[in-house]
């Protein structure tokens, strides 16, 4: 069945840092795979999204990159800032629905 | 995009009794989706709402324990019903966009 990895352990990195998260994903080929930012007590949100044919996507201090050999997506956050920190999920068109990851927390600390 | 407001934001209940969770969406969408989130585990979909017609339950899930009601275009409601402590979860209800999905703030459920 589909799945996605994402580390399941906080990630504490410094302010001004870059933070990189992973996600990967195994018994699929997914047209494009998402990001997505949930704080404590809200639903996530939409950050970007990156498609097959694309290696890297940016936005602001946001970089997505995707290898589908690899069938994994990295997530950058440059220059972090403690606003930052929460939780971010990774996300693929599954079959006919979307399938999440488990989401990585991250802290950045000031 | 889309605006959903989604209520309560949270409860304490007792075991035994039944929560209806209200979602309502800015525009009008087909299908609504209802999503589980246990802690440190990640969303799973409930159920699909569409207008009209029967929810489309997932593995797992079923229209006793969950009863959904999907009125019109803009709004749905999912019922967590006879609740147990294995119940305690964020739920979320969702729609789609062309590329993304766009969530409601959700609703943190205790049961006691």
């Known amino acids: 069945s589909q799945k996605i990895e994402q580390n399941s352990e906080a990630l504490n990195i410094q302010e001004g840092k870059t933070a990189t998260l992973t996600c990967n994903y195994t018994n699929y080929s997914p047209a494009y795979l998402q990001w997505y930012r949930q704080d404590p007590g809200r639903g996530p949100v939409f950050l970007l999204l990156i498609r097959e044919n694309e290696k890297e996507k940016r936005k602001e201090r946001l970089k997505v990159t995707f290898d589908t050999t690899l069938k994994q997506s990295l997530f950058h956050i440059t220059a972090s800032q403690p606003a930052d920190s929460a939780t971010y999920l990774c996300a693929l068109e599954g079959t006919y629905k979307y399938i999440f990851g488990t989401g990585t927390r991250l802290k950045v600390l000031a | 995009s889309a605006v959903i407001s989604q209520k309560p934001s949270r409860d304490i209940c007792q075991r035994g009794t039944s929560l209806t969770i209200q979602c309502q969406v800015d525009?009008?969408?087909?299908?609504m989706f209802w999503y589980r989130q246990q802690p440190g585990q990640s969303l799973t979909l409930i159920a699909t709402?569409?207008?009209?017609?029967?929810?489309?339950?997932e593995s797992g899930f079923v229209i006793d324990k969950f009863p959904i009601s999907r009125p019109n275009l803009t709004f749905s409601t999912l019922t967590v019903s006879n609740m147990s402590p294995e119940d305690s979860s964020i739920y979320l209800c969702?729609?789609?966009?062309?590329?993304?999905?766009?969530f409601g703030q959700g609703t943190r459920l205790t049961v006691v």
């Open positions: 969702s729609v789609e966009g062309d590329t993304e999905a766009f």
């Open positions: 525009s009008q969408v087909t299908m």
């Open positions: 709402a569409n207008q009209g017609s029967e929810a489309t339950y």
